[in-house]
C-alpha cells in the first residue's frame, strides 16, 4: 500500500469513494493524516452512502472526534440510528467539545430516541467530565426506565455534582429494587469526606501505619485480583484470586527500615524495594473518582516463587462505611 503514500488529499478522497475493506480503512487514516483534509473529511462524513459515511466515523481517534465536533454534533441529531449509535460509541471516552455535550444532551431529552442511544449518550456526558450537564441529567431521571435510571445514577455520580445527592436520596426510595441498590451505592460514594480521607493520610503517615492495609494490584479486575497485605507483626501475603477463589498464595516476613522495606521468604532469601506511598482518584467506571492510597516500589523487580510482586502500583480505596 505503499503506493498511496505520496497522494494527496484530493486523490486520497476520490480513490476511497471506490474502496472497500482493508484498502478503504487505510486510505481514510492516511488521510486523517493530512493537514488540508478538513473538507474532504467533512464530505465523507455528509455522504448519503451510510456504510462509507459509519466507516469514516468508526477509524476516528479522539482527537478526530474533536476536531470534527461540529459534523458529528449535526449527525447525532440528524442522522439515522446506526449512525447515532456509531457516533455515542466513538463518544464514550472521548467526550470533551461543548458542542457534542450539548448534542449528546439533546439525545438524552428526546423521548422519541432509541433507548439504547439515550443510554449511551447518558454514559458519554458522565465520562465527559463536563459538569454543566449535571442539572439538566437530574431533570431527566424521572421520564427514565430503570435501566436509564441506573446510567444517570451512575453518570452524576461521575461528574461529582453536589446537586445530584438530594436526587440519589430520593431514588432510595424507587418502585425498582435495582435502582434502589445504585442509589445507595453512589450515595456511599458521594458522600465520601474528603477532608476526613486528607486527614485520615496525614495521621497515618505520622504514625508509620500506611502500610499496614490490603493493597489490590487493579480494583476493577476484582474478584479476579491480585491483593498485598501486610500486618504490623511483620507478616506478608501476596495473594491472588479468581471468582473469590485463592490461585496462588506467597507468605513472606518483612522488616522496614528507613522507607525501605525487605521482603525475607520461607528460605531467608531478602529482596530490597524502597516504597512510596501517595494520596490519589482511581477512576472507577462506574462509581466516578474515589480516593485512594497508591503504593508504588522503588524496585520494581522483586520477584518471590517467580511472582514480580513490586511490579506494579497497588491500590487501597477508600470508602465510607
Known amino acids: 500500500m505503499d503506493q ?8 486520497l478522497f476520490e480513490k476511497i469513494r471506490s474502496s472497500s475493506g482493508s484498502i478503504f480503512n487505510y486510505l481514510v487514516r492516511l488521510l486523517l493524516q493530512k493537514n488540508d483534509s478538513k473538507k474532504y473529511i467533512e464530505q465523507l462524513l455528509g455522504s448519503k452512502n451510510n456504510a462509507l459515511r459509519n466507516q469514516t466515523i468508526l477509524l476516528f481517534s479522539a482527537e478526530d472526534t474533536n476536531r470534527y465536533a461540529d459534523a458529528l454534533a449535526h449527525l447525532l441529531d440528524t442522522g439515522d440510528k446506526e449512525t447515532k449509535k456509531i457516533i455515542v460509541s466513538r463518544l464514550i471516552r472521548n467526550t470533551n467539545s461543548p458542542i457534542i455535550v450539548k448534542a449528546l444532551l439533546s439525545r ?3 423521548v422519541h430516541e432509541e433507548n439504547t442511544i439515550r443510554r449511551a449518550a447518558i454514559t458519554a456526558l458522565g465520562n465527559s467530565g463536563d459538569n454543566t ?9 424521572e421520564k427514565f426506565d430503570s435501566d436509564g435510571k441506573i446510567e444517570l445514577l451512575i453518570a452524576l455520580n461521575k461528574l461529582e455534582s453536589a446537586e445530584a445527592i438530594p436526587l440519589f436520596k430520593q431514588a432510595l426510595t424507587d418502585k425498582h429494587e435495582t435502582v434502589r441498590y445504585w442509589a445507595e451505592k453512589t450515595l456511599k460514594h458521594s ?20 502500610i499496614y492495609k490490603t493493597w489490590v494490584r487493579d480494583p476493577l479486575e476484582n474478584p479476579d485480583s491480585s491483593h498485598l497485605y501486610f500486618s504490623k507483626r511483620q507478616q506478608g501475603i501476596y495473594e491472588e484470586t479468581k471468582a473469590g477463589e485463592p490461585l496462588l498464595r506467597i507468605d513472606f516476613e518483612f522488616r522496614i527500615e528507613k ?10 532469601n531478602e529482596y530490597r524495594s524502597g516504597y512510596v506511598i501517595t494520596k490519589g482518584l482511581f477512576k472507577h467506571h462506574y462509581l466516578g473518582n ?3 492510597f497508591i503504593l508504588k516500589f522503588n524496585n520494581p523487580r522483586v520477584v518471590i516463587d517467580e511472582i514480580p510482586i513490586t511490579a506494579t502500583e497497588y491500590y487501597h480505596l477508600f470508602e465510607n462505611k
Open 108 to 110: 438524552v431529552k428526546d
Open 191 to 210: 458522600a465520601i469526606d474528603r477532608n476526613e480521607f486528607d486527614k485520615l493520610f496525614q495521621v497515618e503517615q505520622e504514625n508509620g501505619s500506611l
Open 133 to 141: 450537564s449535571a442539572v439538566a441529567l437530574i431533570d431527566e431521571f
Open 290 to 292: 474515589l480516593p485512594c
Open 259 to 268: 522507607g525501605e522495606i525487605f521482603f525475607i521468604t520461607k528460605k531467608k
Open 4 to 11: 498511496y503514500n505520496q497522494y494527496t488529499s484530493e486523490q
